[in-house]
């Protein structure tokens, strides 16, 4: 789902899993929308790996699924309202303790034995209820305009969307930055749309949305 661009410069590739509609799911669409030949995109489990983990070629998305896939993402990251004059954030939504959008929290993973710290795009519609929610990891070191400034030398990896399931996020030990204003998530829905090409969908062009970086 990243563009050519960043899969040609950066160690990881966005992918979203097409699973069999067989698979049970615990979220209603767009957490999922059905594509060709029978299967469902989850485009609530987007995933960043590096390009050796991938296996064979099974085929492309069509057009068509490529738009539905698209409008899902965008539906489900708040997009639209985000990259609105004035950036409108997504609605709350009432209930127990979850990873909430725009907060900040430790991963209970390691990525080279370090512990990092994530950001959560996705909307508290699928947060309060996915077994995963839609994140973005936070860097010190920016390497280019994909990588919007979320806090003094803080940066985020927006071609780097990934999800983690709930138990991997640790929600009781805040991080030093803990949550995202809205101004720069506005920021890091401007740079998702560029690294993964959802400019058209959005009705938005290259230079519009490097405008908003």
């Keep these: 789902m990243t563009s050519d661009l960043w899969n040609d410069t950066k160690a990881e590739v966005g992918v979203i899993p097409i699973v069999d509609r067989t698979e049970p799911l615990a979220v209603a669409p767009p957490w999922y929308v059905p594509v060709s030949n029978g299967r469902l995109a989850v485009v609530g489990r987007v995933?960043?790996?590096p390009p050796s983990t991938l296996g064979a070629d099974r085929g492309s998305l069509t057009a068509d699924d490529l738009r539905v896939v698209e409008e899902a993402w965008i539906d489900g990251?708040?997009?639209v309202s985000l990259l609105e004059d004035p950036?409108?954030?997504p609605a709350p939504v009432h209930g127990a303790l979850y990873p909430r959008w725009a907060n900040v929290y430790w991963a209970n993973y390691r990525i080279q034995g370090?512990?990092?710290?994530?950001g959560i795009i996705s909307v508290d519609a699928w947060n309060a209820r996915a077994p995963s929610v839609t994140l973005l990891r936070m860097t010190s070191?920016?390497?280019?305009?994909?990588?919007?400034?979320?806090?003094g030398g803080t940066y985020a990896c927006a071609g780097n969307l990934t999800s983690f399931p709930i138990h991997g996020i640790d929600l009781n030990d805040p991080p030093p930055i803990?949550?995202?204003?809205v101004p720069q998530?506005?920021?890091?829905?401007a740079a998702i749309a560029v690294t993964h090409e959802l400019g058209p969908a959005l009705g938005l062009t290259d230079a519009e949305l490097s405008a908003l970086l």
């Design 114 to 118: 370090q512990r990092k710290f994530y």
């Design 141 to 151: 070191t920016r390497r280019g305009p994909e990588f919007p400034e979320i806090a």
């Design 178 to 181: 803990r949550s995202i204003g």
């Design 185 to 189: 998530m506005k920021k890091i829905a």
């Design 47 to 49: 995933l960043s790996i």
């Design 77 to 79: 990251l708040s997009l």
């Design 87 to 89: 950036p409108q954030p």
